[in-house]
Structures are given as C-alpha cells and as structure tokens.
C-alpha cells in the first residue's frame, strides 16, 4: 500500500511539471469563445457582474528569454463585441508584477476589491472603439520573467497579473489572450500556464458545444461550493471528475446568484474537476454572458487553470447525467 501512494504521489508531481504545450486563454479544451468584459455602467443583468477581471499568468522559474502578453479584439466595437445602444465603453489592460501581484491576499478572492491592483504596474492601455485593433492582437512587452513574483508554490515561477476593467461606458468587450515568446505572433512558452479565481466568459450560441472549466482540488479541501450569475436557465452545469461521472449543479436563472456543493473524495484531492456547461436546445439562448466562482470550506476561492492541473479529468466508464 505504501509503494501504491509513492507512486500516485510521484504521478500527481509529474503531472505538475508537464509542459503546457499551449497557453490562448481561454484554452482549446475549455471550448470558451471569448472572455467578456462590461463597462462600469451595464447592468448586472448583461452578465457581468463585477466589471472586472484578473488572470495570473505562470513563467516558469527556468524560463530566461523575454515574453509577451498578447490580447485579442482589446477595444470595444464591432462584429465580436456586444452593443448597448451607442458604443461608448473604454476599457482598460493593466499588466502588473514584483512582490505581492499575487500573494497578497485581496487578490485571491471572487470579487476584485481591496488591493487588487496589487504589485509592481509594467504596462497599461486603455482602449474604446477603434477599428485598428478590431478583431486584431495587441501585445504588451517584452517581460523580463524576473519582474514577476517569484512563487515557489509551483514547483518555482514567475506570476505577472493582468486586470481588465470597463472604465466606463455600458457596452460588452469580448476578448482572448495569449501568453507567447513573439511579439508578432502566437507561440507558447514550455511550462508556462494561465488561471483565475473567477472567470465571467461567453458561452456558444450553438447548443451543441459544451464548454469547460477546470479548478484545482488541493489536498486540504474537502468540500467545494459553486457560485454562478445570470446563467439565464441556459441547461444544466455538470461536474466531472476522476470518480465522479456527471452530479448536476445547480445553475442561475436571469440576473440573480445560485450555489450548490458537493463533497470531495479523497481521490478527488490533487486533480482538477470539470466543469461542464450545457446549453438548453429549446428555446436557444444567445449571447449568454455569465460568471462562475468555486470556494472551498474555508471560503477560499479555487483556481481554474487554463491548461487544467493532471489534464482532463477522466472517469474510467461512459460518463452519464445523475
């Protein structure tokens, strides 16, 4: 029994230090199209709940070379973009590092509050509506991975934080980023990766792509609880995990909050979960904008990796609906 958990706790390190072959965010196995952001003005009721959000990004330790943080479709117009009425929303990208980006603790929480602008600021833009960047990349850079937070929490890396925030206006910003070597173009960096303790994302149109996001269950939690916001009762939420086949979560109707928690196992420690968002065939909800969050029973929020920790959780038989 002894060499049996050796071995499991030998797997779960390499699972950690395997190179994250790609780093878009959202990534291609969350089958997220855009993350969105609303100006401070829009109502709760567009899906967005707090106007902003953050994303940590992970370099790793032996990492040296310069790198960049790439945005897609920054400004506020146009095809991808949500309009309500006149286009007059700005928002802001404000890369930051140095001590305390990260470790500090208002920003490990749900809501961006408190000191969340956290750390050292290394660049900022703020965009409105200008065709230039229209269903263009933007790229902030170069880095040097020195200027983050060295965290040895990770096996040893570097984190900068981005916070995007919609400055004004009430109009909705969808946008994608990617953390790359080349300013020009998408090419990822080995081992590095990209999370967020709250993600506010579109969902497809299409009711036949499920999207997925993945927290982190670390060997201290024993229980987790969902919290998400104006699903719209767009069908159901499903968490799928190394022995857990398909529990229902409860999802939010229009405009209001909705929870519920599931027991972890102990095999469930150490891995990521699942979760999945199912679209309602009939009638089909466009243009559904909604924010997710997970706490464990210290009311902490858990990380959603974009390349999710150990890969995809997978259940050894056909997973079905409880």
């Known amino acids: ?21 790609s780093q ?12 969105v952001m609303f100006g401070k003005n829009a109502d709760g009721s567009w899906g967005d709940f707090y106007h902003k959000q953050i ?32 286009w007059d929303t700005q928002t802001s990208f404000s890369v930051y590092g140095g001590k305390g980006c990260y470790t500090d603790p208002d920003v490990q929480q749900p ?33 040097n991975p020195t200027a983050g937070e060295y965290v040895e929490q990770f096996g040893g890396c570097y984190i900068f934080k981005v916070i995007s925030e919609g ?64 699903w ?9 995990s190394v022995v857990r086949s398909g529990d229902l979560a409860v999802a939010s109707g229009q405009s209001e909050w909705k929870e519920s928690s599931l027991a972890i196992s102990p095999e469930e420690k150490n891995h990521s979960l699942d979760i999945q968002m199912i679209k309602r065939k009939n009638p089909p909800v466009k243009h559904n904008n909604v924010v997710i969050y997970v706490l464990n029973q210290y009311n902490e929020a858990l990380k959603f990796y974009a390349n999710p920790i150990g890969g995809v959780p997978k259940t050894k038989h056909e997973i079905g609906v409880k």
Request: proline residues 8%.
């Open 1 to 21: 029994m002894k060499l049996l958990v050796k071995i499991m706790l030998a797997f779960v390190g390499i699972c950690w230090a395997l190179p994250a072959l």
């Open 24 to 35: 878009p965010v959202p990534n291609e196995v969350e089958n997220i199209p855009y993350l």
């Open 55 to 86: 994303f940590f990004f992970q370099i790793p330790k032996d990492y040296k070379k310069p790198f960049y943080i790439r945005v897609f479709d920054p400004d506020c117009g146009g095809e991808i973009d949500e309009q309500n009425g006149d």
């Open 111 to 143: 809501e961006p509050k408190g000191n969340y602008k956290s750390g050292n600021l290394l660049a900022t833009k703020t965009f409105g509506v200008d065709p230039k960047y229209d269903q263009k990349w933007y790229t902030f850079g170069p880095f």
């Open 167 to 230: 400055i004004s206006g009430d109009d909705g910003n969808l946008y994608r980023y990617y953390l790359s070597t080349d300013p020009e173009n998408n090419k990822p960096i080995e081992g590095g990766n990209a999370f967020t303790f709250c993600y506010t994302f579109r969902l497809w149109d299409d009711p036949n792509q499920v999207s997925h996001i993945f927290p982190y269950v670390d060997d201290r939690t024993i229980k987790v609880t969902q919290r998400n916001w104006d």
């Open 232 to 240: 719209d009762d767009d069908g159901f939420i499903r968490i799928v």
